[in-house]
Every structure is written in structure tokens, then in C-alpha cells.
């Protein structure tokens, strides 16, 4: 994908309209300065009316106009949404759900990802687009799929069971192996043949969480065989053109990202925060620092967001003035390469007619037509930005599989929960102001200062070792509660918590304590200070770790909660309790002190992000002001906002509510 500019587009969906209407949208296209448009995403059922038969003259149009109006297409495998002669002729192709029920066609991704039958029509369609559209002039990169696992996380049907039968068998070659990995001695689980093994359907009580586990291991690799299948087509026919799949945000926890990137070009991301709430930006700043990591940091694209409302929460505010600007700017300031919405034009009828659109049922003639047109213009106005990079001192460690072993059932406590850690953790960085990647705890963590760990329940030894051999090195390392708790088949390790990281802590946990529903517990530092402790307390002894700050009342008064620990030339810092959102921030600020991990700029006022894009010459600093007051950021140097005035150089910014500053530095 060549990102000589940030790209500037939409969902086009050109089957919804007559024809007159597409003279109209690419004229519309190139005024909004819309350079890039995903095409084709749901348009199966009118490429292949009946099966085997293909009309795509009225697409062949579309692409010839987009071509012609200097707009380029991110172009649709068109198999998100398999016809209904396809389900008509094959019902097995439907997905089920654990408790049996067989869904039914009629909205979309009514496909189950082992399906066989569905990946043969899926490669067959993929096959005669990309015949039929390699090397037009408007070709630019390949969208597979759509948001795979969005609706179908996972399919419990005969077939899946098959498939899944087949993966464990590749994963532990015998059956003795498997029973081991499950623990099936327990409650008389044992199985002597592959045949009765089934994905964990409803069950009388918790099905066996290293079922569970394997099962959703399984499903995230079932909808990768699935992209898979129609990535080996194009990558045949059209080797040199790039390819992403659109993830689904941070919403939802159905694919292992980390095993689907290696196969795409670019990664994408959809993005839809929810305008209601006032820290959402937080939320998806996590999600962007996330994306930008998977490959190490090279461009990604924001592939949809919405223009204002979106249709399927319950209840659905429109961006306030500013907040779409703002909101793409923050994409773009955290690595984005292209920002692009769901959709262009607003639909008629069907399920999203009330989602927001870049042209809005009222026409051009709308505040939502007119603020897309500015940030277009504005975007097309920084070409130099595209391709500069983020960097970042302080990485926190994310993992899939931990996730879903964090989540089964009957655990010391359901609060605990993924992204709430991360939250927890992430936040009081992000307010400071301290620029973070998320990164795979395996990984080579040396170039960090920090390394954040907000839960690794499960760990393997492999992880251990690089946590361990980070902190000997010099690194800085913070972990919270319940990690390195169980090996990769949900087995817990035996002589002490966290026993992969007893000598690197400094320290043994006896016993879990997790605090009652909005329960509550004292912290008190050593140097005085106080905190509310939340979800969670523990029995720690002590074994070469300070106590930084104790329990405080309750069953646990006076025993150490969280702990700092010298380990070869680093520290490991460990919390037995999550402090509530003040006492993180005033430990975190401590923490990254200590680490030598400063702010992008010291003393941001409130709400304020500002974050660094490196480039070879020129770098640049984005202030987005996420209040809704105005505020002044003093600047390290006299310097130009790209976005008001270029040719005046300010020592300070002064932003409006949700403004937005870019400013060259050095
Ligand atoms: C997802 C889908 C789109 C559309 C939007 C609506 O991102 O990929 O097709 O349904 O949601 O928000």
C-alpha cells in the first residue's frame, strides 16, 4: 500500500443506489478529497445472482468511474455476506450456536468458519474478481472478508466439531497427550477415542476450561483458515497487491491478532467510540496503541468509524461538533495512515438506514457532509505526515490467549476482567501524557524502559524467562495481581504464586483474597499517603521484595499490597490490589519516574494527548484537546500549527474544545 499522503474515505456501497447516483458520489468524492473507498464488501448476491453465474458489468462501471474520478479502491472479496441461494442449497453452511440453535439467514456473516461448502462458493467469487479487476487502474489493495468473528466467534456445529477433532489432533498427536493437556482425570472426562470429542457445547455445568481454551484457539485459527482460503487466490493472481482484513475494535476478544498479521500487508482496524462517554478516547487510544505494535509500528489504517451516530447500541448520540476531527486526528496521531468511515451515503432502508453516513440522508447540504469535506481538506493539506513514526518508551503486554484464560468461568473472582485491567493500567499513562505501545509478551522487550503488565494469568515458561531476562538486563517491570498463574493448558503452577515469577518479584502469594461486589479495600503507603484498594486483595509473604504500601483494615491489615523488588540491574514492581483511579496515577507517575519514562511534554493540562510522529526530517507533535474547555499548552520550542497558521511560529497552543494542533518539531 503506498501511503504517500493519509488516505481519506469511506465504505462505498454503489449496489444501494441507481446509477444516476454514482456520477454524483465520485464528484462528491473528489470535493470531500476522498482518495480511497472500500467497494464490493456486500455485493455477492448481486455479482452472483444464481449460482455459478456472474454479472459484474454494473461493478465494472463503478470501478471504471472511481478510476476516472482519481479515487482508489480497497476492493472487497464481496464474501461477508453469502447470497440466500447459498444457505438454500447448503443449510449446513449455517453457523450454530453452543446451545444447539442453527442460526438463519437474513442479516449477514451467516457462515460457519470450518465450512468447507462456503469457502469453495467464497473462493470461486474471489477467484472471478480478481481475474476480472487485476491491474485496473483503481485497484489499489484487497479487503478479505469483513470483520471476521464480528457476529460468528465461534461455530458449534458437526463440522467444526470435525474440524476441531482434526486441530487438537495436530496440537497433541495422541490422545493421551490431550488428556493430559485437559486435566481429564477430572470428573471422569477421560477420552479413549478422538470421536468423542466435542467443542464445549452447553454442558449441566463448566465445561472443561482447557476445552474452552483450545476451543477458542481453534475458532480464532477456523476464521483464519477461513480468510486464508481466499488470501492464497489473490496472493496467486495478484502477488503485488497488498491486502488487509478489517478487525473488529478491542470490543470483542474472537481472533488472536497476532496469528492473522503475519498474513496481511497493512493492518486495519474499525473504531467506534461511543460519543456518551466522555473518557471513550481513552479506550480507543488503547486499541490504535495495539494495532500500530502488531507491526511494529509501521502504517495501519482506520478502516471504519462513524461520520456521527452509529444505529446499534441501544442508544446513539451523534459526534458533537468537533468530535469526528478530533477523533480522526487522534488515529492519525497514533499512526493511522488512513481514516476512512463506515459509509459514504447514508442508507435508504435496511438495518443501518439510522447509522451516520459521510453523506447523510439530508445530502451535501448537512453539518455531517460539511465537516467530512474540511477534515478531507484538511488531511490532503499534510501529505508529509504519512509514514513518519511513533515511539515509545514504555510497552504494555497483551496476550490473547491469557485473555481467554483469564475469562472462563470459575475463577477466584468474574470482576477481573481483560480490558478493565488494561484500563486500569493504561489510563493513568495516557493522562500523563507518556506515549505506550501494546505489544505480545514474548517479544524482544529491550528498547523499553517500562514493561506494564496488567494481567498475564496464563504465562508461559518461554514468557517468564523474557520478563525475567528484561528486568536483569536493567528494565523497569510493573505486574498486577493473578498473573503467572497457569501454563498454556490452564494448569495451575504448584509451589507458590506466581511461581514463574516468585525470584523476579521477590515474593509468594499464599492465598487469594478477592474483595466482595464494589468492595473496597485501605492501602497505605509508606510515606503516608492512602488509597482505596479495588477487586482484589492477597496474603503476600514476603521474600526479598520492600512493601511499598500495605493493606489497611480488613482480614489482610498491615501485610504488604504492593512491592518493589531489586532484580539484577532492574525492578519489578508488583501490586496484590488495584488502586483506584487516583492512587494508580500518583503509583504509575512513581513508576515511570523511576523507569527514566518521561511525557511527550511535561505538565499537559488536563485532557489534553499530545503524542510524537517521528519522521526522517521533520517530526511532529498532535495536541488533541480531548475537553470541552479551552485550554493553552506551552510548546518546548517556537513552532508552526500546520493545521491554523504554517507560516507563524507560537511558543504556546491555545486549543478550543476538542481542538486539534499539529506542530513540526525538531
Ligand atoms: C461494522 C461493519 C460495517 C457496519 C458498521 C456499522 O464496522 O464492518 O459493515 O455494519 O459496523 O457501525
Known amino acids: 500500500m503506498d501511503f504517500d499522503r493519509i488516505h481519506y474515505g469511506a465504505d462505498y456501497n454503489p449496489e444501494h443506489w441507481p446509477e444516476d447516483v454514482w456520477d454524483e458520489d465520485v464528484k462528491l468524492m473528489a470535493e470531500a478529497g476522498v482518495t480511497l473507498v472500500s467497494v464490493g464488501i456486500f455485493s ?45 442449497r447448503h443449510p449446513e453452511i449455517l453457523p450454530v450456536r453452543a446451545d444447539g440453535t442453527r442460526l438463519s439467514p437474513g442479516a449477514r456473516q451467516q457462515f460457519c468458519p470450518s465450512s468447507l461448502v462456503f469457502r469453495e462458493h467464497a473462493a470461486r467469487l474471489v477467484e472471478q474478481v480478481a481475474t476480472r479487476y487485476a491491474g485496473h487502474p483503481a485497484l489499489a489493495l484487497w479487503h478479505v472478508g469483513n470483520e471476521y468473528g464480528c457476529h460468528i466467534r465461534a461455530c458449534y456445529c458437526d463440522e467444526s466439531a470435525a474440524d476441531f ?15 493430559r493437556a485437559w486435566t481429564t482425570t477430572f470428573w471422569s472426562q477421560r477420552y479413549d477415542d478422538w ?37 492464497e487466490v489473490l496472493r496467486r493472481i495478484t502477488p503485488d497487491v497488498p491486502l488487509t482484513t478489517n478487525f473488529v475494535g478491542l470490543v470483542q476478544k474472537a481472533l488472536d491478532w497476532n496469528r492473522w498479521v503475519p498474513h496481511e500487508d497493512v493492518v486495519s482496524l474499525d473504531s467506534y467510540p461511543d460519543p456518551y462517554d466522555p473518557r471513550s478516547h481513552v479506550e480507543v487510544a488503547l486499541a490504535y496503541d495495539l494495532v500500530r505494535s502488531l507491526k511494529d509500528g509501521q502504517s495501519w489504517m482506520l478502516l471504519e468509524q462513524a461520520p456521527s451516530a452509529v444505529n446499534w447500541r441501544n442508544r446513539n448520540s451523534p459526534k458533537p461538533p468537533g468530535a469526528m476531527r478530533l477523533g480522526s486526528w487522534q488515529a492519525v496521531a497514533q499512526g493511522a495512515d488512513a481514516i476512512l468511515f463506515f459509509q459514504w451515503r447514508q442508507s435508504r432502508g435496511g438495518a443501518e438506514k439510522f447509522h451516520s453516513a459521510m453523506v447523510p440522508h439530508g445530502g451535501p447540504e448537512t453539518r455531517g457532509y460539511r465537516d467530512v469535506r474540511s477534515l478531507g481538506q484538511e488531511l490532503a493539506a499534510l501529505p508529509r505526515l504519512a509514514g513518519t513514526r511513533v515511539r515509545a518508551d514504555v510497552a504494555l503486554l497483551h496476550d490473547w490467549e491469557s485473555w481467554w484464560g483469564l475469562e472462563l468461568d470459575s475463577h477466584p473472582s468474574g470482576d477481573l476482567q481483560q480490558l478493565d485491567a488494561h484500563l486500569a493500567h493504561y489510563a493513568p499513562l495516557f493522562d500523563a501524557g507518556i506515549t505506550c505501545d501494546v505489544v505480545h509478551p514474548a517479544r524482544d522487550l529491550s528498547s523499553y524502559k517500562l514493561v506494564v503488565v496488567p494481567n498475564l494469568y496464563l504465562m508461559g515458561e518461554a514468557v517468564a524467562a523474557n520478563l525475567r531476562a528484561y528486568v536483569a538486563a536493567g528494565g523497569h517491570l510493573l505486574v498486577s495481581f493473578f498473573s503467572g498463574i497457569v501454563d498454556a493448558c490452564d494448569r495451575a503452577y504448584l509451589g507458590g504464586y506466581p511461581a514463574p515469577l516468585r525470584d523476579l518479584l521477590g515474593l509468594r502469594i499464599d492465598e ?8 473496597e479495600t485501605g492501602l497505605r503507603f509508606a510515606d503516608g499517603s492512602q488509597a482505596a484498594g479495588t477487586i482484589w486483595s492477597e496474603w503476600i509473604e514476603l521474600e526479598g521484595a520492600e512493601a511499598v504500601a ?75 484537546n480531548h475537553g470541552t474547555g479551552e485550554v493553552t499548552v506551552p510548546l518546548p520550542a517556537s513552532a508552526a500549527d500546520l493545521l491554523t497558521a504554517p507560516a507563524t511560529p507560537v511558543d504556546h497552543i491555545t486549543l478550543g474544545p476538542r481542538g486539534v494542533a499539529v506542530v513540526s518539531v525538531d
Not at 512 to 519: Q, R
Open 550 to 624: 500495605d493493606f489497611e483494615g480488613g482480614e489482610l491489615d498491615g501485610r504488604a499490597a504492593i512491592t518493589r523488588h531489586t532484580f539484577g540491574k532492574g525492578v519489578a514492581w508488583y501490586l496484590g490490589s488495584r488502586p483506584d483511579a487516583a492512587g494508580m496515577r500518583a503509583l504509575m507517575d512513581r513508576v515511570a519516574a523511576d523507569a527514566g519514562a518521561r511525557p511527550v511534554l511535561p505538565g499537559l493540562p488536563d485532557g489534553v494527548q499530545a503524542i510524537v510522529r517521528h519522521g526522517d526530517g521533520e517530526s511532529f507533535l498532535f495536541l488533541l
Open 195 to 231: 470421536a468423542e470429542i466435542l467443542p464445549p457445547r452447553v454442558a449441566p455445568t463448566f465445561p472443561n476450561p482447557a476445552q474452552q481454551l483450545d476451543f477458542h484457539r481453534f475458532s480464532s485459527d477456523a476464521s483464519l483458515g477461513s480468510f486464508l482460503a481466499e488470501q
Open 44 to 88: 455477492w448476491a448481486q455479482v452472483e445472482p444464481r449460482p455459478g453465474e456472474f454479472d459484474f458489468g454494473w461493478f465494472d462501471q463503478v470501478m471504471d468511474k472511481l478510476a476516472a474520478g482519481g479515487v482508489s479502491a480497497c476492493l472487497s472479496t464481496m464474501t461477508a455476506s453469502p447470497p440466500p441461494w447459498l444457505s438454500h
Open 512 to 519: 487469594f483474597w478477592p474483595l466482595p461486589e464494589d468492595g
Open 165 to 179: 477433532r482434526r486441530w487438537l489432533k495436530d496440537r497433541y498427536g495422541d490422545i493421551d497427550a490431550l488428556n
